[in-house]
């Protein structure tokens, strides 16, 4: 039990070290504040009046793909902040003090999740003044913010499994900027009927589309498809288990190389 406690009061201990040093960089405050708004500004007031979208306005409609666009360009500075303490030597320092290791990792993700989700707050503020009127059920909500934060889990983790690898900062923002394209290519801003066939099938088979189509069924008060929902469970749930196991191996290989 007295060990148990350690290693929340190391996580929390690292977590809020991160969130000073966030709040300190104002790249960051435009990288998770700034940018979400701007947009979902812009996707609405370029294309709202061109791209139309059968029993619900475009607003509606990309809200979920804004959302974990935001996440995935909120994983970039996650692999930058763990690719710094790498190169910088801090991790290596703070494992030779009584702290558990994991405690390194899961306070980078907790401050990730916790920036993350402040960023999606944002999001949602400004689509509601633009007009965006989500369906207020207890249930819808559930899974909408369960389906979010497992996707901005997964994509955390996968950040840190990129800083860690990666020689530079530079290279762990070029990594991680992968991770924000896959939300462009899936149903999030546009139906996955009107992408080129190639495309489509990408788009129909990749982790972004159960889950962005899953929050939508829920914002928008639609009964849940029981295998689009399952699928989205079972891509977060997959992802974030394979991220976060390749990142404790990646760290140990570090720090012993």
């Given amino acids: 039990m007295e060990t148990t406690k350690q290693s929340y009061s190391d996580t929390f201990t690292i977590a809020w070290r991160c ?24 996707f609405v007031s370029l294309f709202g009046s061109l791209i139309r979208v059968d029993g619900t306005s475009y607003t509606a409609y990309i809200v979920p793909g804004v959302l974990i666009q935001c996440a995935a360009q909120g994983s970039s500075t996650t692999a930058i902040m763990v690719n710094q303490d790498i190169t910088s030597g801090i991790l290596s320092r703070f494992s030779t003090l009584p702290i558990r290791q994991g405690a390194l990792l899961y306070g980078h ?84 009927e009107h992408l080129p066939p190639l495309l ?18 829920a914002l928008s008060g639609s009964p849940a ?25 990646f760290l140990k290989r570090r720090l012993l190389g």
């Avoid at 955390?156 to 991680?176: E, F, H, M, R, T």
């Avoid at 129909?204 to 962005?212: A, D, F, G, K, S």
């Fill in 19 to 42: 969130l000073l040093l966030s709040c300190r960089n104002p790249e960051t405050f435009l990288t998770s504040i700034l940018l979400p708004a701007l947009m979902m500004l812009l």
């Fill in 109 to 192: 993700v907790l401050e990730a999740c916790a920036r993350n989700l402040v960023t999606s707050a944002v999001v949602l503020v400004i689509a509601l003044l633009l007009g965006f009127r989500p369906a207020l059920t207890l249930t819808g909500l559930g899974i909408t913010f369960l389906l979010l934060s497992g996707m901005i889990l997964a994509l955390s983790w996968l950040a840190v499994a990129v800083g860690i690898l990666s020689k530079s900062a530079q290279g762990a923002s070029s990594l991680s900027s992968l991770a924000i394209v896959l939300p462009y290519l899936s149903s999030g801003f546009v139906p996955t």
């Fill in 200 to 217: 489509r099938t990408f788009a129909r088979y990749q982790p972004m589309t159960p889950v962005i189509d899953a929050m939508r069924d």
């Fill in 225 to 249: 498809d029981a295998g689009t929902l399952g699928a989205a469970l079972l891509w977060c749930a997959l992802l974030t288990a394979v991220f976060c196991a390749a990142s404790v191996l």
